[in-house]
Structures are given as structure tokens and as C-alpha cells.
């Protein structure tokens, strides 16, 4: 009789379209021999989800942000969690850990938590003691109680163990080494001399603003934005107070898997992240890892986990400036250099060799290996 495979229940709170780290971990698990289920929730403004090889349950909810938002889907996935029959839990961000640890508890299961980022210094929670504690309170007392947990970087692993004494593995946002594409997957956007390329969050600090008027100073560019967001309304009302429609293009949320035949249309992608708090400052978005695999060089902010893996590499620039006709300029030259600009691409085509999810998802495999399920 074969042994029966350990079930896996992972939970996150977006709604699975664009999160291309839940799906890679739960791929990974999938194809190792686990049953694999994805939880997460469901907006009205949803796109349908690809077919998956592992099983998947978007929950629709009454409330989309806020206290109740919050409240409410720890709930259900408390009450789901509890009925549902698992070996191992996967808790993906401080949201969804309070109800995974509680259910782990009186069930007696595994717990496995993966931090995508440093939660309780995100800009949101700047600002807002009173939530900001509230999360900090959560953390604080579930973390030093966790025996498998694992992180986006180094210097996020490093902040945890500092705070908690726990020390956390790291499992960085990697494509796959299958998604490094060939021109031949490119489409066609408005003819321009360039393309600068932003996708992911459309959230305060995310540097939009600052390169929206900076296209004010950039002849023969256009700038496409990827993505859905807080802030969306106000980018696009200011893209036409300043009249640059023509200039800029909003896409939208994008399936992931949909994504590569945009990105690798580009010339540039940026990563202008505002130093706001911790999270921001220690960040290594998973975006700097798309463009790579697209082939295309790198502009980004001068922190310290972007900037070490720049310039490792070679695929792009750094700059510190936050004056839009300043990082114009930077652009230009940039753009202007070919030598330059064609080491820098060349580099991305060899960085990603390494830079790819088959080296990355070993940690993975051997954490859940080492649990054992009766």
C-alpha cells in the first residue's frame, strides 16, 4: 500500500492571481509528493486563476480592509483550518499567523511560517501606534514560540533574530529558470525609442510618483506601470494633471503567468523604493528578480539589499537621488551609454543562471522533509 502523502494547507490573504511566491513554494511541494491546498480570498474585482496542479480556495469576504477586514478573516480561516484535515500549515505574513498558530496548537500540527517582509514596519503602520502595537503584540508573542520559519533576505533573517532570537532561513523570490524568455515572447507596446518598465504594488514608497515626474524631462520614453494598488486613482490623476497620458500606460493586475510577455518588452525596470522604515530599507523586491530573467538592466534605489545585488552583479544602476528631473538625467545618460547599458543586459542574462527558484527551493524541500507527519 503506498503511503499516504502529508497534506499541506497554505494560507495567504491575497487573492492568488499575482503572488508568484505562494505559488512557486506550493509547486515546489506539490511536485515533491505533498497534497497541496492554497487558501486565500476573493475580491469582486478578481481576475479568474490559471489552472494549477495543486488545489486552491479563494474565500469571498464582507470586509476588504481595515480592523474588521482582519478580524474577520482570521475567522474564517481559524474555522476553516480547524475543520479541515492537514498535516502541515503554511502561514504566509504576520495576517494570516495568529489563526495558523491557534489551530496548530489544538490540533497539535506542524506550523511553518514564511515572512515576506518585516510587517510591523510597513508605511502603512508608521503613523498608527495603535495598530502598528497591536501587530508588533501578535508577533512578539507567537514568533519565539516557532521552531520552522524562513524569510525573503539576509537582513530581514537578521532583524527576526535580533528581535526574537529566532534564526530564520532564507528563501529569496526567485523565478524559475524556465521563465528566462526569448525575444521571440515579446508584444507590442506603443512604438517608442524605450520603454521603462514599473510592475507590482501601486502603494505609497514605492518611489511612482517620483518617476511619473520624472517623465516629465524624458523625451522618446515611455513608462508602463504594472500593477493595482492604493494609490492607483491618485497616479492616474496625476499622470493627466500633468498631461503625460501619452507617455505613461497603466496595464493593470496581471496574472503572473502572463507577466513575462510584457516585462520582457522593456529596456529598463525600476525599483525606486522610498527609504520609509525598516521594511523598505532591508526590501529586495521580487520585481529586480523578473527583470533579470527578462534580460533587462536594472534602475533602483540605494538600499542596502538592492544595491549589494546590483552591483554583485553588474545589471544596472543605483542612485540615491529623490529629485525627478535629477533621476531624468540618470536615465538619459544611462540609456545614452551604450557600452554601458549593453553590459549591464548581457549581465542579466548570466546572473539569472544563478539567480533562478531550482537553487533556491532546496531550503524549502529539506524543512519539509524534516517534519515528521504520523
Known sequence: MDKRKPKIIISVINDLVTDQRVHKVAQTLHMQGYDVLLVGRLLKESLSLSKRDYQTKRMSLIFTKGLFFYAEINIRLFLYLLFYKFDIALSNDLDTLLANFLVSKIKRKHLVYDSHEIFTEV????????????????????????????????????????????????????????????????????????TIVYQGALNIGRGLKLIINAMQYLEKVQLVIIGDGDIKNELVNMVYDLKLSDKIKFLGKIPFNELKSFTVKADLGISLEDNLGLNYYFALPNKIFDYIHAGIPVLASDLPEIANLINKYKIGIVTKTRNAKELANVITHFFSNDNKYKVCKNNTLIARKELCWENEEKIIIDMFNSLKVN
Request: hydrophobic content about 30%.
Open 123 to 194: 508605511p502603512e503602520l508608521i503613523n498608527r501606534s495603535f495598530q502598528k502595537n497591536f501587530w508588533k503584540r501578535i508577533e512578539k508573542s507567537i514568533l519565539p514560540k516557532l521552531k520552522y520559519t524562513y524569510t525573503v533576505n539576509h537582513s530581514v533573517a537578521n532583524y527576526y533574530n535580533s528581535e526574537y532570537g529566532i534564526k530564520m532561513q532564507v528563501v529569496r523570490n526567485l523565478p524559475k529558470s524556465a521563465n528566462s524568455f526569448s525575444e521571440t515572447d515579446k508584444i507590442s507596446f506603443e512604438k517608442r525609442t524605450k
